[in-house]
């Protein structure tokens, strides 16, 4: 009897292990993505040239971080600072010490020289005070009787504010006009005209293309131009004083 009773504690003891001890699952392995492998494959196969890769990308991500982050806006200041004394002549009239600089003058830091505009122009180039710059060169030499370098000063103008951008544009039409290139001074007028379409510059230089076309005796587009000047900007200075040039050219060119 007792062993009976032992035979059956054993094999409840056995039954207790089962029940506490789970089977293990079979272990299932996974396919190796084929892309994830060839990349591994390549990645042993060319350390190297990974490493300097990399490496070459983070140098450059450093560097345009600095040019946009540290370099851009110190010159930006700096240019800023010289094109400062430049317009202080330019606005007096003295557009050759504004284009060429040279003089001493006392700063907040002390005694300096002052560069002009050609030299901001083209130390400072990647500047927006450096393509200003450009523009004002442009406009002294104008003034000044040199039409071809104001065309190229002014052709390196690249901003785009509403007043400055058309009055840069239309400065070139008055040099050729002033070379006696009456299609180029027209071809500029309309274009400057067209890049900022306001009630201060457009009627300012689709007169003078109405001028222009005038001189070449063409009096069907200079009508066309000053009827628009009517239409478009009648309460402009230009505007107002139109119906004169029209009534003029109708008569001219018996229209």
């Known amino acids: 009897m ?3 009773k032992e035979e059956q504690t054993v094999d409840n003891n056995e039954l207790d292990q089962n029940a506490i001890e789970p089977e293990e699952s079979p272990r299932v392995e996974r396919p190796i993505d084929p892309n994830l492998q060839g990349i591994q494959l390549f990645y042993e196969k060319n ?3 990974v490493t300097y890769v990399g490496g070459g990308l983070l140098v450059l991500i450093a560097a ?4 946009k982050f540290y370099y851009l806006p110190e010159q930006e200041k700096e240019a800023a600072n010289e094109i400062f004394w430049a317009q202080l002549y330019f606005e007096a009239d003295s557009f050759n010490i504004a284009l060429k600089g040279n003089v001493n003058v006392m700063a907040p830091e002390g005694q300096k020289t002052i560069k002009g505009f050609e030299a ?3 130390e400072y180039s990647i500047t927006k005070s450096g393509s200003l710059a450009n523009y004002c060169a442009g406009i002294c030499y104008l003034r000044t009787g040199k039409f071809e370098e104001a065309i190229d000063r002014l052709g390196k103008y690249d901003g785009d504010d509403a007043i400055v951008a058309p009055i840069a544009i239309g400065a070139i039409g008055d040099c050729n ?3 006696n290139r009456v299609d180029d001074a027209v071809k500029y007028y309309l274009k400057a005209a067209e890049k900022s379409n306001n009630s201060f510059t457009s009627p300012i230089y689709l007169k003078k293309a ?4 005038e001189t070449k005796g063409n009096y069907a587009e200079a009508l066309n131009v000053y009827e628009r000047i009517k239409k478009e900007y ?3 200075n230009e505007g107002r004083e139109i119906e004169r040039d029209i009534a003029k050219v109708k008569a001219l060119g018996n229209l």
């Open 2 to 4: 007792s062993d009976l």
């Open 47 to 49: 350390k190297k040239m």
């Open 64 to 67: 345009i971080c600095f040019y």
């Open 120 to 122: 901001i122009a083209d």
């Open 177 to 179: 006009m002033e070379l």
């Open 210 to 213: 109405g001028f222009a076309y």
């Open 234 to 236: 009648g309460k402009s």
